[in-house]
Structure formats: C-alpha cells, structure tokens
C-alpha cells in the first residue's frame, strides 16, 4: 500500500510562485544608501510586504495539505511546524501593518520636513526611534520563529527519506528565509539608522 506521501498531488498548490521568492538581487542593487527612504520604504513595500502577503497564506496551505497527507505516519514535526508557522505568519502580518500604517508615515514626515527645511514632527511618544525599536523586537520575534522552523525541517531539507512533497514545502520555506533575512536587513541596517540619523541632525 502506498504511503500517504506518496500518493499523486498537484505541485501546482506547492510550487505557486515559488519563482517570484528567489530574489536575485536585481532591485537591491540599488544604493539604498543614498536613495530617498520613500523610495527606500517603497520598494520594501512593493517588493517584501507585497512578497509576503501573496506567499504566506500560499505556504500556510501547502504545509497544512503535507500535514493531511502525511497523516497515520510520524508527522509530530510537520504538525509542530505547522503549529510555528501559523504563529509567524499571524504575528508578520500584524507587523506589515504596523510598518505600512503607523512608522512608515512617520518617517516620510521627518523626510519631508527635513528636505523642506521646515519644523520637525513632535510625537506623542517621543524619538521616532521608540516605534523603530518595537519593530526591530519583532523582527528578533520572527527571526527566533524562523530558527525554529529550521530546526523543525532539518535545515529546510529534511531527512534522506523525506518525501518529495515535505521537500518542495521546505524549498518554499528557505526562500520564504532568504527573502526574510534580505527585508530585515534594509530596515535594521539601512533604513532604521538613516532616519535615526536624520532625526538627531534635525534637532
């Protein structure tokens, strides 16, 4: 009898725009360095955010069709990991439209008021870099959500014996990862200092 992973399925549910995850680097060679931070938080919205919101619920139903396929055999870690994605995805989601709604505008109004030469924002709560540090808590959030995930997969390989179903979910999961770690890094690295820095000239 053959074994529940095994059995025919759509590579079509697995594989849907797996193509559009592998970044390979052509925008992001950009100097983000020096562009303004709208385009800067443009293209991180365009290209991450929107990234995310097409494969998140994507991946969220491949790995709960692995789960249902792979029921009746040792599937503690497929449900585990099932368990910790939907937990990342509900939190990341949250943050998008945090960053979306809430700090991005800000940060275009320091922007605005510092090429403007006019009276910089006052804010309720202070330093702009009081709502960058609750982001930069959940990016070390989704990142602990991440390494847990990669545990659970072996790395995002699996096992020898890991059937190609479980594979072609975990190839998903690394460039879900890859692009993580690009997205974290222009916000951590690059736009967080920027506008830090811009605030503190503008004083």
Excluded at 35 to 58: A, C, N, W, Y
Excluded at 83 to 101: G, P, Q, V
Excluded at 149 to 174: D, H, W
Aim: charged share 30%; proline share 4%; aromatic share 6%.
């Amino acid at each position: 009898m053959p074994d529940a992973g095994d059995r025919p399925v759509s590579t079509e549910l697995l594989l849907t725009d797996v193509g559009g995850a592998c970044f390979k680097g052509d925008a992001e060679q950009a100097d983000w360095n020096t562009s303004s931070l709208d385009t800067l938080m443009q293209h991180i919205v365009g290209r991450h955010h929107g990234f995310l919101r097409k494969e998140l619920p994507s991946i969220e139903r491949a790995i709960a069709k692995v789960v249902d396929l792979r029921a009746g055999t040792n599937a503690t870690a497929l449900v585990s990991l099932e368990r910790t994605f939907r937990f990342f995805k509900r939190e990341l989601e949250l943050h998008l439209r945090k960053e979306e709604e809430v700090l991005f505008p800000l940060i275009r109004r320091v922007e605005v008021a510092f090429s403007t030469r006019a009276r910089l924002p006052r804010f309720p709560f202070g330093s702009i870099a009081n709502p960058i540090g609750i982001m930069e808590e959940d990016h070390d959030t989704e990142n602990r959500q991440l390494e847990k995930m990669l545990g659970l997969t072996g790395n995002y390989s699996g096992p020898q014996e890991a059937v190609k179903i479980c594979r072609l979910v975990f190839e998903r999961l690394q460039n879900l990862n890859a692009d993580m770690k690009l997205h974290v890094h222009l916000e951590n690295n690059v736009l967080f200092p920027r506008i830090t820095t811009l605030e503190n000239e503008s004083w």
